[in-house]
């Protein structure tokens, strides 16, 4: 069996400094900007248009270019990232906090007739943390919404990142060390791949497969390592694909077989070969351990009830994110 792993898209670069008191206080209407910028700061405000600071309620509008923000909280206003994937928006954050209040997404906001992947970027070095809404949103079946997360330093996930059923999320470390720290919620309804080490007391939801237009919308989520803090929770007829089995020390909740659409859970243990599993039942579920050959290859905790006899392995091949053949084993419950 051939399988592919999630896609994996882009990058961008720096920073401007500014202070919070060259941000006036909010005093007008809710308005609609655009980013004309180039490369520039977020509070120059001829760089938007209509010109002036970014205000409580605004939306703005960036579809190429970088928007550069430091050593700030950005609070209260709704971004939308909608390029192209060859040349992305970049949102360039150097220590910022996302507050509650704000939503920053990539999406279809502006059509194109010609485009069918919006991309946006988020370049975060130093240490930033989000408790707003970050999301990869797209509204039409037939074009892909990608929303790059690259992170230098450390970024930590208070509030919710998600993607839609056309959504595709990738969370990537840039520098050695580099870890995303989830407390909060990453809901995937459609598509995610996180290669930064994830660490926090957090949870990743794979929501129920559903109908989209003339298809089944699975979600699909590649990890690599994952800190024993993090719960993976599968809501129905998911794929979880762990690249670094080793190093996953997640639970997983809500693991079950076919769903009413005909779909099924199944997790890929990608570039592994294993042979052979034992499970050890505890009170809140238990840990299934994985062998290649005699070797410990990892292990699994889940919650819930299950028996060693429910697992079933299946090897074969996975496309890698890199288009190359690798072994993979897909486990299932029987």
């Given at each position: 069996?051939?399988?592919?792993?999630?896609?994996?898209?882009?990058?961008?670069?720096?920073?401007?400094?500014?202070?919070?008191?060259?941000?006036?206080?909010?005093?007008?209407?809710?308005?609609?900007?655009?980013?004309?910028?180039?490369?520039?700061?977020?509070g120059n405000a001829a760089a938007w248009q209509p010109n002036g600071v970014p205000g409580n309620g605004d939306t703005l509008i960036v579809q190429s270019g970088t928007v550069n923000l430091r050593h700030a909280t950005l609070a209260g206003v709704k971004v939308e990232l909608t390029g192209l994937a060859a040349a992305p928006p970049t949102l360039a954050l150097t220590n910022v906090t996302i507050a509650a209040s704000t939503t920053i997404e990539a999406g279809n906001f502006v059509y194109d007739a010609n485009n069918y992947n919006y991309s946006g970027v988020i370049d975060a070095s130093g240490t930033d943390a989000s408790y707003g809404t970050l999301g990869a949103v797209s509204t039409d079946f037939e074009r892909a919404a990608r929303l790059t997360v690259n992170i230098g330093g450390r970024f930590t996930n208070a509030g919710t990142i998600t993607s839609n059923a056309m959504g595709f999320v990738t969370i990537d470390a840039t520098t050695a060390g580099a870890a995303l720290v989830n407390t909060g919620l990453i809901d995937i309804y459609g598509h995610a791949t996180i290669d930064a080490a994830t660490t926090g007391v957090g949870t990743v939801r794979l929501e129920a497969a559903a109908p989209v237009h003339s298809f089944i919308a699975a979600p699909v989520l590649a990890m690599a390592a994952v800190g024993s803090g993090q719960t993976i929770a599968f809501l129905g007829g998911d794929d979880l694909q762990l690249t670094d089995l080793a190093d996953f020390h997640g639970a997983v909740s809500g693991f079950s077989p076919l769903t009413a659409l005909g779909q099924q859970d199944h997790i890929d243990l990608v570039g592994q070969t294993i042979t052979s599993s034992a499970y050890a039942a505890d009170a809140t579920g238990g840990v299934l351990t994985l062998f290649a050959g005699t070797t410990k290859a990892g292990q699994i905790q889940f919650a819930g009830s299950y028996a060693g006899s429910d697992f079933r392995l299946t090897p074969g091949q996975i496309v890698s994110a890199a288009g190359t053949l690798v072994p993979d084993t897909q486990l299932t419950l029987a």
């Open positions: 069996m051939i399988r592919f792993c999630a896609p994996i898209p882009f990058a961008s670069n720096w920073g401007e400094p500014f202070r919070m008191e060259r941000f006036p206080k909010w005093s007008g209407p809710m308005t609609t900007r655009t980013w004309i910028g180039a490369n520039s700061a977020y």
